[in-house]
């Protein structure tokens, strides 16, 4: 059996489980790229994620014996709950680690669906590791969120969707964590669309792939510590890896700054809510501009679940990162009317102000100074500058936070 005829099996077994999530095309982004480019809104999946497809075709493939067992997982979040979902479809007990710091929306919603979390570790591989042991003391089946076949063409049946709802695609940007995702939609689309571009996105301060792809083998990334935690992950799993190295696919990085501003896009042009792993491709779009892809371009957004205080840290850094939103430390002469002054000058200039913090005594202070910090909205970058240079203009003395 073919890679594709397996996806094409694994697809037959979740028509019942998964919903078909709706393609949009996003004129925002099409201005960017200077061609056609839809979203796959994979966010709206049940479970917030693709990853209840993976896990339900590596749990549904289990024989009666491994079943009754249970399943143990580990996860921050998105696996957890496509797991426990999935365990809940089928009847199977579950138990789930998770990083003590998980998101408790993320931990909540495992709950609800029927799995049995534990809290282990301060990192998924910590997780990981309870969960393999407690595989071993109880038999019960480790389902891996992404080096597993059963969960990499699970993941692979997205790409029979795209192709039937976008016919006339060239290039499909897929974020990349362990690599299951890229690996299935590749290994299907090599077969059934070849001339369909897979390109893989990583956030650039978690990024094992363009390493281990140009070394030919699994290499530990140098840091992991991005905001996009569903796909950070420190090596690549050895079954994608193996798949994404066979057929020569591409994955590019992204920044921090990249991936604020995809969220933000996404939320204010689309409507769309999506954890920053998720805008992954939307910030490949952005960050690379007009000619970075042959179109029509095909965006995954992977998934929807994030914390609200991270969403709320997100869109503040994207609304920075965008000259929309602007932190900065005035120095003033202590004496009546002079925050008065700065505050009406603020106003002349257009900026409207969120926060401000006055102190009046400090160990770099003269006796005669005050400091005043400032979060202000303003309209972009040209008026972020405008009211730096405005500011200056009239003697102020400041500093960008």
Known sequence: MSLLDDVRDAARLLEPVVTRTPVEYSRALSEIAGTDVYLKCENLQRSGSFKVRGAYVRMARLSAAEQARGVVAASAGNHA?????????????????????????????????????????????????AARAEAERTGAVLIHPFDHLDVVVGQGTLALEIVEQVPQAATVLVPVGGGGLAAGMQAALAELRPDVRVIGVQAARAAAYPASLAAGEPVTAAE??????????????????????R????????????????????????????????AAGVAAVMAGGAGAF????????????????????????????????LALRVRLHDSPGALAGLLRELAKLGANIMHINHT????????????????????????????????RDHGYRLSEL
């Open 81 to 129: 709950q496509g797991v426990a979902l999935a365990a809940a479809q089928l009847g199977i007990d579950a138990v789930v680690y998770m990083p003590i710091d998980a998101a408790l929306p993320k931990i909540a919603a495992t709950r609800q669906y029927g799995a049995e979390v534990r809290l282990h570790g301060l990192t998924v591989d910590e997780a990981l590791a």
């Open 224 to 245: 992991l510590h991005t905001m996009a935690d569903g796909i950070a992950v420190g090596t690549p799993g050895a079954v994608p890896f193996e798949l994404l190295h």
């Open 247 to 278: 057929y020569g696919t591409e994955v590019r990085t992204v920044s921090e700054e990249d991936l604020s501003r995809a969220l933000l896009l996404v939320a204010e042009r689309a409507k769309l809510l999506v954890e920053p792993a998720g």
């Open 294 to 325: 042959a179109g029509p371009v095909v965006v995954l957004l992977s998934g929807g679940n994030i914390d609200p205080l991270v969403l709320l840290r997100v869109v503040r850094h994207g609304l920075a990162s965008s000259g929309r939103y």
């Open 360 to 391: 009046r005594t400090g160990i770099d202070l003269d006796v005669d100074e005050a400091e005043v910090e400032l979060q202000v909205e303003t309209k972009g970058p040209e008026h972020c500058a405008g009211v730096l240079a405005g500011l």
